[in-house]
């Protein structure tokens, strides 16, 4: 064989960034123990602050968590954007706003008091500005959701980007998940839920155990809301009252008239 016949491809550059968040998110693909030889026999990380030292700006996928609540983090993100041929979302934070958005719900001065107690003067200068998705600032090509995301949605969308095909991540309701889980609806226990509108992929997993669906996945595309509606008021609820729940993760897209 000829020794230029013995060239490998050069492996793609991948990154990960990290802006307003708990960074959970890039821990679960850190997590990914049994597929991480796998993964780094096919890419190259050029920058991954929470598991290596070297920071490259040579990448061609980035993916991208936390949102942006600073001034500073717009023109962070806008230079990633610049760089990365693909830009992925990974996690609510980043591709919903996530929880960062609930401080928009309140006057800055009174979310500094409940963070900070009687330290909030000390904080008053801050560079804070209302939370938001990523998407409110750059084109994002994908979007991994979760709070956190799943490993196997993390696996599945890298796989398909290096295969050059786009992620296939649900576009239907939680409560498909659920009903595939044999769980019994929590409307029947006397809860609310808003897994009929939620984005599913999450194997309903908080139902599973216990709890109700908090919409952490973000909205399906097109959310049948006439006919969560109707589920409601056969239970005595209103749309507005439950899609308040949405608040907690989904707080940007239901207020972002108001930014
Ligand atoms: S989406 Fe949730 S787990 Fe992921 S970084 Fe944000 S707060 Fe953390
Ligand atoms: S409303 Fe909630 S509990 Fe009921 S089926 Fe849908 S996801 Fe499950
Ligand atoms: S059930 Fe709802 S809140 Fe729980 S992980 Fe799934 S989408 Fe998120």
Redesign the pocket.
């Given at each position: 064989m000829q020794p230029n016949a013995m060239k490998t491809r050069a492996k793609p550059k991948v990154a990960f960034f990290s802006f307003t968040c708990c960074e959970g998110c890039q821990l679960q693909a850190l997590s990914c123990e049994d597929e991480l030889p796998d993964i780094l026999s096919l890419v190259d990380i050029v920058n991954f602050r929470e598991a290596i030292d070297e920071k490259r700006d040579d990448y061609e996928i980035a993916f991208i968590e936390g949102s942006v609540s600073r001034t500073q983090e717009i023109e962070e993100v806008k230079k990633i954007r610049e760089k990365a041929k693909v830009v992925v979302a990974l996690g609510a934070c980043s591709s919903t706003g996530g929880l960062n958005c609930l401080k928009n719900r309140f006057p800055m001065q009174e979310a500094q008091k409940v963070v900070y107690g009687d330290k909030a003067k000390k904080y008053k200068h801050l560079d804070t500005i209302p939370a938001r998705p990523i998407d409110a600032v750059i084109h994002v090509d994908y979007y991994i959701h979760g709070c956190p995301i799943t490993k196997s949605e993390f696996l599945h969308a890298l796989k398909s980007l290096l295969l050059g095909k786009k992620p296939d991540i649900p576009n239907y309701?939680?409560?498909v998940?659920?009903?595939m889980a044999g769980?019994?609806?929590?409307?029947?226990k006397g809860?609310t839920?808003?897994?009929?509108v939620?984005r599913a992929g999450c194997s309903?997993i908080c139902?599973t155990y216990g709890c109700?669906?908090w919409g952490c996945r973000g909205l399906v595309d097109n959310p049948n809301i006439e006919a969560h509606e109707e589920?409601l008021k056969r239970y005595g609820l209103t749309v507005d009252g439950v899609l308040r729940s949405f608040d907690l993760y989904g707080g940007w897209e239901r207020h972002k008239e108001n930014k």
């Amino acid at each position: 064989m000829q020794p230029n016949a013995m060239k490998t491809r050069a492996k793609p550059k991948v990154a990960f960034f990290s802006f307003t968040c708990c960074e959970g998110c890039q821990l679960q693909a850190l997590s990914c123990e049994d597929e991480l030889p796998d993964i780094l026999s096919l890419v190259d990380i050029v920058n991954f602050r929470e598991a290596i030292d070297e920071k490259r700006d040579d990448y061609e996928i980035a993916f991208i968590e936390g949102s942006v609540s600073r001034t500073q983090e717009i023109e962070e993100v806008k230079k990633i954007r610049e760089k990365a041929k693909v830009v992925v979302a990974l996690g609510a934070c980043s591709s919903t706003g996530g929880l960062n958005c609930l401080k928009n719900r309140f006057p800055m001065q009174e979310a500094q008091k409940v963070v900070y107690g009687d330290k909030a003067k000390k904080y008053k200068h801050l560079d804070t500005i209302p939370a938001r998705p990523i998407d409110a600032v750059i084109h994002v090509d994908y979007y991994i959701h979760g709070c956190p995301i799943t490993k196997s949605e993390f696996l599945h969308a890298l796989k398909s980007l290096l295969l050059g095909k786009k992620p296939d991540i649900p576009n239907y309701p939680v409560c498909v998940d659920c009903k595939m889980a044999g769980n019994v609806c929590v409307f029947e226990k006397g809860m609310t839920c808003v897994g009929p509108v939620t984005r599913a992929g999450c194997s309903a997993i908080c139902v599973t155990y216990g709890c109700v669906c908090w919409g952490c996945r973000g909205l399906v595309d097109n959310p049948n809301i006439e006919a969560h509606e109707e589920t409601l008021k056969r239970y005595g609820l209103t749309v507005d009252g439950v899609l308040r729940s949405f608040d907690l993760y989904g707080g940007w897209e239901r207020h972002k008239e108001n930014k």
